[in-house]
């Protein structure tokens, strides 16, 4: 059996090493000069900047069983004990976001009768499911305050999106299923908690993680390394031509035969690939929405910056007066990724309610970051060091239409045979989601019969 996979980020190189493992020809081919896709770091004047993804959360037993396997478990480094400290930006002031739902109740963030409105949930009787935002599922069970505190930035910080905009199916299917078996998503955490304490068995801890050296990208530059040649940069294909048993893919580099194709692109290049020959799961694939994003990695010394940083970071509700989506303490969370006696903040910028931010010069844009860095932070020196990524269609969408449109595109695929969708276009924007993913997609191939069993059978 051989097999093609274009696009070498988190998704693809996990299924080429995994096929690789299990035997399969692997061909692996990737337009840039380096592999990894939004998974990138680079490292200046002992700082290291990722570009994207900073880490991902380790409580997902596919990727601490990956990194295991790559042989880079004694790698990891877990984020700082302050990272479970996390702030919003809202009425002109920085507040601590509330851990826990006793939290919420005690927080300043909420009037009194909206905290009753919030505790009422247990009450609030399950609705049977149906297309729904994020927000909207939030204010119909919490009110409407709690969905624009807490729930509008944490679709913020995960997606650069808009909660009113975004499928609650698609980004928190786990949300539904506990009103869905409990009634009610108070009733399905205390249900937890007594499960919890009767069997002594307590979830997953689930804490940021990079790796001590060279940052997320850690992880990819070993799955490349392990791929070997299999392993095609700088390789550009342009379309796939189905065969009655495979594909013939077409590059740069030439014509390849193959018995199947995972394309592991963005949804918009992998419409490209197949237009031609596919044009209705083009067309599908195409209405996948995404948003630009914007990443600035700053440094300070520690004197200049007036205010706290004992945290994850802050994110940023819209319409209260600053641009930015949010900052992340990187010399906080990863002391082991910055200099000594210096602060390296990570600013995240644009997403789908700003659109316009990636056009911006780098020193338009460079300004508004430092405007609302004086105006949250309190830091009015310039940086010591800037770095900057510009990310145009960086993270996908999960519009209210994603979860119909994911049923469309399945069952177009099943109609493809040899061919797979991989990436975080699809059920997850996360490194956690697309690992999954991907080892679900290799299940797959593996489950097909070869076509010389298909011949003897």
């Not at 692109?265 to 419409?271: G, I, K, M, Y």
């Not at 994110?315 to 010399?331: D, W």
């Not at 800037?386 to 999960?398: H, L």
């Amino acid at each position: 059996m051989k097999v093609a996979i274009v696009g070498a980020g988190i998704s693809g190189l996990t299924v080429a090493y995994r096929l690789q493992q299990a035997g399969v020809e692997v061909v692996m081919l990737e337009r840039e000069a380096v592999a990894g896709g939004k998974i990138r770091s680079s490292s200046q004047n002992g700082l290291t900047f990722d570009w994207g993804p900073n880490g991902f959360l380790s409580n997902a037993p596919d990727t601490l069983k990956l990194v295991e396997d790559l042989g880079l478990t004694s790698e990891l480094e877990p984020a700082s004990d302050a990272a479970k400290h996390r702030f919003i930006w809202r009425n002109g002031a920085l507040h601590k976001l509330p851990g826990t739902p006793p939290a919420a109740i005690a927080s300043k963030l909420l009037t009194p009768f909206q905290k009753i409105r919030a505790l009422l949930e247990y009450f609030v009787p399950a609705k049977q499911p149906e297309t729904e935002s994020v927000f909207d599922f939030a204010a119909r069970r919490f009110g409407r305050a709690v969905a624009e505190t807490f729930i509008a930035p944490m679709v913020i910080g995960i997606t650069s999106g808009d909660a009113r905009a975004t499928s609650l199916d698609a980004l928190f299917p786990r949300m539904r299923g506990m009103e869905q078996s409990k009634g009610s998503l108070l009733k399905a955490m205390i249900a937890a908690q007594r499960r919890a304490k009767k069997t002594g068995v307590k979830p997953p801890s689930s804490r940021l993680t990079s790796f001590k050296q060279g940052g997320i990208q850690r992880l990819t530059d070993r799955l490349q390394e392990l791929l070997g040649s299999s392993l095609r940069l700088g390789v550009t294909v342009s379309k796939l031509e189905p065969l009655n048993h495979g594909y013939r893919v077409f590059s740069s580099a030439g014509m390849l035969t193959v018995d199947a194709v995972i394309l592991a692109t963005p949804a918009f290049v992998s419409a490209n690939l197949i237009e031609s020959s596919n044009l209705e799961l083009a067309l599908e694939l195409r209405g996948i929405p995404y948003a630009n994003v914007r990443v600035f990695g700053l440094t300070f010394n520690l004197s200049d910056v007036p205010a706290s940083l004992e945290g994850f970071g802050f994110l940023a509700t819209r319409n209260q007066g600053i641009r930015i989506l949010g900052c992340l303490y990187t010399s906080t969370l990863f002391p082991a990724q910055t200099s000594n006696n210096q602060v390296f903040l990570r600013v995240i910028c644009g997403g789908s309610t700003d659109p316009e931010f990636t056009d911006l010069s780098s020193e338009t844009a460079l300004e508004i970051v430092k405007h609302d860095l004086q105006k949250t932070l309190g830091i009015t020196v310039p940086p010591l060091l800037v770095q900057e990524a510009r990310w145009n269609k960086g993270i996908p969408q999960y519009t209210l239409s994603h979860p119909t449109r994911l049923s469309r595109i399945q069952t177009l695929l099943e109609q493809a045979q040899g061919l797979y969708l991989a990436g975080n276009a699809y059920r997850g924007v996360g490194v956690n989601d697309c690992i999954r993913e991907a080892e679900k997609t290799v299940k797959q191939i593996l489950a097909q019969p070869r076509e010389q069993e298909k011949v003897l059978a």
